[in-house]
């Protein structure tokens, strides 16, 4: 799990570094938080490595049910 505080949507880069961390690792799965949400470039790429994605606001309504 990795969390990011942004003013602006997470992008691909960092979605790939934190393939990089998960490879490192050898997990299993992988999920990234952003307060900013994904751009559709992040979210393309991280559908292709298979990494789940919360908003902050998404996850925070998540746990609150």
Known sequence: VQARH???????????????????????????ISSSG???QAIDTATELDFILYDYEQMVSELKD
């Open 6 to 32: 942004r003013k602006t949507a997470m992008q691909p880069d960092a979605i790939r570094e934190a393939e990089g961390t998960k490879k490192l690792w050898n997990a299993d799965n992988a999920i990234l």
């Open 38 to 40: 994904f751009s559709d």
